[in-house]
Structures are given as C-alpha cells and as structure tokens.
C-alpha cells in the first residue's frame, strides 16, 4: 500500500530524517483562524526542516462535504503564502487503498461486525478518560454469537466494522504536549454506510504519501493512539506528532463559525494582517510588525512555541 518509490529502511521505526508534513482539511466548511493557524504551523514545521508539505482534502464523509468548500480553502492556505508540493490528493479517489487495507485487517481476524447505533453506544458507555465516553465502544457486538449476530443481521441494519483493540495501551511523545498515554477502545474501521473511517484513512494515506511528521490541532490528541495501533497492525512506519494548541472563542470553546467573523473572507483587513496577527499569536512576531512567510521560517523554533491555546474575540483586532 507505500508508495513503492517511498518504501526504505523506516519500515516500523520512527524516521529521524523523514519531516514531510501535510495539511488535511475536511471540505465541509471554510477555514477559520484556527485552522489556518494549525495549517500555518504545519507548514512551518516542514518548510523549516526543508521538508515537503502536502495537502490531502479528507471528503470521504459525502454528506458533509459542500460545493466549492475545496477551492476557497485552497485559496486561503495560497492568500496566506502558504505552498504546497503536487496536487492536493482527495480521499474520495482513493477508496482502493482503504479497502485493501481492510480486507488486511480482516485477514488477521482484528475486525468484528458491529450492529449498535449511537444511542445504545451511549447509552451503554460508562465513562473512560480520553476521547468523550459517548465515543468510546464499549463492545457489545465483540464477542456475539453464531445466532446472536443472526438476530441481528435479520432486523436489516448494516454493520459496521470494528477493530479487535484488546484495550491495548499507547504511549507516545508528542512533540509540544510530552508524553501521552491511552487504552485504545473498538474503534470503527469502516462506518454502516460503508464510508472508511477517518481513523482509517488517514493512517493509510499518511503512510502511502510518506508523511514523516503529522501536525495538526490538539483536538486530535485522542485519536493519535488508535492511529497509532492501526499503524503497526498494518506494518506501516511510525510517525511523529505535533498536536498544536487551539484558537478558541471568547466562551473557551474550540473556535467556530458562530463566534462571528471567523474566516479569511469574513475579515475585513486581508490576508496580510491575519498573518501578522497568527504570527503575533505565536509569539513569532511584534506587533505591527508583517512578516513574511519566510520570515517565520526563519525565527521558527518548535521549542517556544506557545502550549496554550489562544483565545479570540471579535474585537480582536486580527
Ligand atoms: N480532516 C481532519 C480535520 O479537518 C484533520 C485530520 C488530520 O489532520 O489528521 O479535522
């Protein structure tokens, strides 16, 4: 499933010279400060390294995906100076990659048919540390029987494919937040619908684009070990993480279209004074001050960057 061009001696081993990063953005809306700071950062930590930054659009969730979204989000990354090596690639065209990647699961007997809903996972969750208890599985459908999966096979529900996790425990060494630890629950490898999971995707794509270095928002921090475990039951090199802090709303919540004018064409001051006030932000700037992207590579220094999230109000002047 690697790129065979990218294949080398990394094989289950973190890669100390591979920095490629990327940014991967769901086109279901457009970018807001703070994903245009997650993307400014990811790209910074690979420019500065002399690395290749790639963009992946992750539109597996059709649903959610909207007309257009694509291209103002790629506008944006460009109005911010922002650049990156080949074309985007879309999840949406690489289904095959996914599938294989199931059926390899399967073959080693680490997947289960899962016929809950949400409301009976809820419902049934008690109430682990990490990713929110309503998310966490808490294996009802894992060991059903020959007849008990009949049962529910006839009531015409499609399953979805769960993982055999075991509670297996991950550690890893983010690279601004330290050491993270977590028991890995039955996530879902491929939704009732047939769409891939997200956990899924990604872990596949990151290793067949050769990502060396995955920087993204702290909200994913949860994520990270079951991509991690899916990583190694698949053979595919580990990966080093950068989970970089959040821009929230004035309310401490996670920033989003309803704190207002949150997005580049929202702003009235243009994509200049956002940069400045993203680099401020970062401590990578004074104010007044425009640096240019190149001029944040060149003070870029993962070390001091800020482990606290920002905090944005509309009457930040940006
Ligand atoms: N597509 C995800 C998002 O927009 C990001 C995935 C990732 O960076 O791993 O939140």
Redesign the pocket.
């Known amino acids: 499933m690697q790129d065979p061009a990218r294949q080398d001696d990394r094989h289950g081993e973190i890669s100390i010279h591979n920095f490629d990063g990327?940014?991967?953005?769901?086109p279901t809306g457009q970018l807001h400060l703070g994903?245009l700071r997650t993307a400014l950062l990811a790209w910074l930590f690979a420019r500065s390294a002399g690395a290749r930054f790639l963009v992946r659009v992750?539109d597996l969730d059709r649903s959610r995906v909207r007309p257009g979204v694509e291209e103002a989000q790629f506008s944006d990354l460009r109005a911010l100076g922002l650049d990156w090596d080949g074309p985007a690639v879309r999840q949406s065209e690489r289904m095959e990659l996914y599938e294989e990647a199931i059926a390899r699961l399967d073959a080693d007997e680490l997947l289960y048919p899962c016929y809950c809903t949400r409301a009976e996972i809820r419902s049934a969750a008690s109430a682990p540390h990490g990713i929110s208890a309503s998310d966490r599985y808490p294996g009802t459908c894992r060991e059903l029987t020959g007849a008990q999966r009949a049962m529910r096979e006839a009531s015409g529900r499609p399953p979805a494919l769960r993982m055999r996790s075991d509670g297996g425990r991950i550690v890893f060494d983010d690279r601004l937040l330290g050491r993270f630890e977590e028991a890995v629950d039955d996530f879902v490898v491929r939704r009732n619908d047939g769409t891939p999971a997200?956990q899924l995707a990604?872990v596949v794509d990151d290793a067949a684009q050769g990502i060396g270095e995955?920087v993204?928002?702290a909200d994913?921090t949860d994520?990270t070990p079951r991509q991690i475990l899916l990583a190694r039951l698949l053979g595919l090199p580990e990966l080093r993480y950068a989970h970089v802090p959040l821009v929230l709303g004035p309310d401490g919540r996670r920033l989003a279209k309803r704190h207002g004018a949150v997005t580049l064409s929202e702003r009235g001051e243009g994509p200049d004074e956002v940069h400045a006030w993203m680099a401020r932000s970062l401590g990578l700037a004074r104010a007044g001050e425009m640096p240019s992207p190149d001029d944040l590579i060149a003070r870029f220094d993962p070390e001091r960057l800020p482990r606290e999230p920002t905090v944005w109000s509309p009457k930040t002047a940006v």
């Open positions: 990327r940014f991967a953005p769901s994903n992750e997200y990604v995955v993204r928002g994913l994520s």
